[in-house]
């Protein structure tokens, strides 16, 4: 059986670290859609408050497998 999967680019963030921006992307991708297969890290930035890295955020394609 071939599979077919969908595409869809999400944006995260977190005041910790570029993993826990991802981490909570994909757990909320999870939660939404089934079959979650893996994701691809499009950019990262960070914002900056008072001389300090105060939140990262990521931009990411997470693919899905389509069920029938």
Avoid: H, P, Y
């Amino acid at each position: 059986m071939n599979s077919v999967a969908k595409v869809i680019e999400i944006s995260a963030a977190s005041s910790k670290s570029i993993e826990d921006a991802v981490e909570n992307g994909i757990r909320r991708a999870d939660k939404n859609l089934d079959n979650v297969e893996g994701a691809w890290i499009q950019d990262v930035k960070c914002v900056v408050k008072n001389g300090k890295i105060a939140e990262w955020r990521v931009q990411m394609k997470v693919t899905f497998i389509l069920t029938e």
